[in-house]
């Protein structure tokens, strides 16, 4: 069964303290992976796709890297406005479309 | 920007009873998704929906589930009796191709008594 995995499950920072979030995956038969914030008690919001080994993204203070094997997101200079939960969802070929997420990182950003 | 909508944000049912969960997918998308979070859990797939019928279901998807896109607009999760484990949040998602990203809505939080 393909599995994501995410970790630290919860993350505190200081405002400014930059700091990575790792997601692991099944690797065999991955088409690619999807990176989401999502805030409590709301859906899942779009960040970032990455497609290939080697592919990074980037969108104000985050960047997400994929490797052959895991996907990382980083957080340059947080601030507390980015305190969410940040998911990786994984797809793959012949699923139809189906995404699998890992658990989530819990991230609080303290001023 | 346009956005996936669902309808109710919160719906409470009794044990037994049949619920409709309702979204509005991006308009020109075509492909539609059910994904449910129970809570302090993973999101988890329930189904994927392309040309009118199922793509790919998961294990969740049994028979008391059903999904169905009545008009050019509306999709929707029907539970046909409720379980008291049915309770969590439902999400919506729809993308415009197949493995791109996907948009989800706000959730409808269902809670079965």
């Known amino acids: 069964e393909d599995q994501v995995t995410q970790s630290p499950e919860a993350l505190r920072l200081q405002e400014g303290e930059s700091s990575s979030l790792n997601c692991s995956y099944t690797v065999s038969g991955l088409r690619g992976l999807f990176w989401y914030r999502q805030d409590p008690g709301k859906g899942p919001e779009f960040l970032f796709t990455?497609?290939?080994a080697g592919e990074e993204k980037e969108k104000e203070r985050l960047k997400a890297t994929l490797t052959k094997k895991e996907s990382f997101l980083h957080i340059t200079a947080p601030k507390p406005e980015d305190s969410a939960t940040y998911l990786c969802?994984?797809?793959?070929?012949?699923?139809?479309?189906?995404?699998?997420f890992g658990q989530g990182t819990e991230l609080s950003v303290k001023p | 920007e346009p956005e996936v909508t669902q309808t109710p944000s919160h719906q409470v049912t009794q044990m037994g009873q049949e619920v409709i969960l309702r979204c509005v997918p991006i308009?020109?998308?075509?492909?539609f998704y059910w994904y449910r979070q129970i809570l302090g859990q993973k999101v988890e797939f329930l189904v994927s929906f392309y040309n009118n019928e199922i793509s790919e279901k998961s294990e969740i998807f049994d028979d008391q589930f059903s999904v169905e896109r009545p008009d050019g607009s509306n999709f929707t999760l029907k539970i046909r009796s409720t379980k008291l484990e049915d309770s969590a949040m439902y999400f919506c998602?729809?993308?415009?191709?197949?493995?791109?990203?996907?948009?989800f809505g706000q959730g409808t939080r269902l809670t079965v008594v």
């Open positions: 998602a729809s993308s415009g191709r197949l493995n791109t990203e996907a948009f």
């Open positions: 308009s020109n998308h075509l492909y």
């Open positions: 990455l497609y290939s």
């Open positions: 969802a994984g797809f793959y070929y012949n699923q139809g479309g189906k995404l699998i």
